[in-house]
């Protein structure tokens, strides 16, 4: 017999204890969601949590034998699973004693520690699962030449995956992942922490030629973006990547920044990931919405815009100007020399257009009342013509809105 605190218990209680539906969540825990109530069905994408969960509830229901079976199943599909390794220890230890925590092992304490975080975070995202339909509220808007956007949920250590379908965004799969081993919102280089923002993905790099550490091949982010380096964020190197091969994951808090997930899991996710194209939006928390509830700030926000963009093509200066804030800069230019260059340029024009087309809208991460709005400019005059991407970030204040940094490219 189990002790009064198993491990299973222990869990359960801890991942519960923030909701009054405890009872509901644990009796969903042992069955597959439908489409009624959450969003999980079970999958070869989340199977490796479904069956981690099945194990920790049949522990919690006294049903050894079949917990051993569980996870000796997890065990066949990833050997080198520690937390499952640890778990199996745990049960057959039980026929001999009774247990009181998760890794009833002589094991350092900082190990033991970091499996435990992981179990919570595995177990917390399989029960507590978004309603069908909702998104994050960070993705007020993507533009349909974009067909996938990522979020990584920091405090819940999972990276969830909406593909763009017919205008609607879908969450199609989501994954555990490991973060920097200091927490998030990185300002330094070295200070071991994951940045929040709005991220593109650059490149893919094939793990034949990376070390070891990075698994079977890396995603490096556009680390520091334009308000990264407004703001003095200093560092590189961030990258979406996998997991060295002597384990099948990390801890949630172990990286040095990166977003780290299992290798399977990355085969997985690299199938939606498009170098210069896919968004990753690293928050601190996900507040999930309906997609109408965005509407109010979108329209308000693209109001914006398009009085930014009439204004410019009026010729009127002042009026364009009127858009920036005092502390606006662009790739590295303050506000009063930028301004006194658009001055200069105006001078020489006669006739404006400009169009823009492919906008996508974020909410920033980490900052109050903040987006980044990101489109293709079309630009003509009587004597220039030209097409570039454009990302501007917008701030919201007293109800007044400006545009605190922008870049072209």
């Known amino acids: 017999m189990l002790g009064k605190y198993t491990v299973a218990m222990l869990l359960l209680c801890s991942v519960s204890a923030a909701t009054t539906q405890a009872d509901e969540k644990l009796a969903m825990a042992g069955m597959p969601f439908d489409s009624h109530t959450r969003s999980m069905v079970v999958s070869p994408r989340n199977y490796t949590d479904s069956l981690l969960a099945q194990t920790l509830l049949s522990i919690q229901q006294n049903r050894l034998d079949v917990a051993l079976r569980q996870i000796e199943n997890l065990l066949h599909l990833h050997p080198d699973f520690h937390l499952a390794q640890l778990i199996y220890g745990d049960l057959l230890l039980a026929r001999a004693q009774p247990l009181t925590t998760i890794g009833n092992v002589n094991a350092p304490a900082a190990k033991l520690n970091d499996l435990r975080d992981e179990a919570r975070a595995r177990l917390n995202s399989y029960i507590d699962r978004p309603i069908v339909g909702m998104i994050p509220e960070q993705l007020l808007q993507l533009d ?9 949920d920091t405090s819940k250590s999972r990276l969830y995956v909406f593909q763009n379908q017919d205008g609607r965004l879908n969450n199609v799969a989501d994954f555990y992942v490991t973060i920097g081993k200091n927490g998030i919102d990185k300002t330094r ?21 990376l070390p070891d550490l990075y698994g079977s091949f890396a995603f490096p982010l556009n680390f520091p973006n334009d308000w990264d380096e407004k703001q003095g964020n200093l560092g590189h190197g961030i990258w979406l990547h996998g997991t060295v091969s002597s384990t099948y994951s990390r801890p949630p808090k172990a990286s040095d920044g990166c977003v780290v997930l299992t290798n399977n899991d990355l085969n997985e996710l ?19 919405v309906q997609p109408q509830t965005a509407e109010p700030d979108k329209d308000a926000l693209m109001r914006q815009v398009e009085a930014w963009r009439r204004d410019w093509e009026s010729r009127n200066t002042a009026l364009y100007l009127r858009h920036y804030a005092a502390d606006f800069t662009a790739n590295g230019t303050r506000l009063n020399e930028w301004a006194a260059g658009k001055r200069r340029v105006n001078q020489t024009k006669t006739w404006i257009k400009v169009d823009l087309s492919k906008v996508s809208i974020f909410e920033y991460p980490g900052q109050k009342h903040m987006y980044m709005v990101s489109f293709d400019q079309s630009y003509r005059s009587n004597n220039l013509s030209n097409v ?12 007044i809105w400006k545009i605190v940094a922008e870049n072209g490219a």
């Open 144 to 152: 349909a030449s974009i067909p996938a956007a990522i979020v990584v």
């Open 189 to 209: 280089e070295g200070d071991g922490r994951t940045p929040l923002g709005v991220y593109y993905i650059t490149q893919k790099l094939e793990g034949s030629k």
């Open 270 to 288: 690299g199938k939606y990931l498009t170098p210069g194209v896919t968004p990753v939006v690293i928050t601190g928390h996900i507040k999930w």
């Open 388 to 399: 570039t991407h454009k990302r501007q970030y917008w701030v919201q204040h007293n109800g």
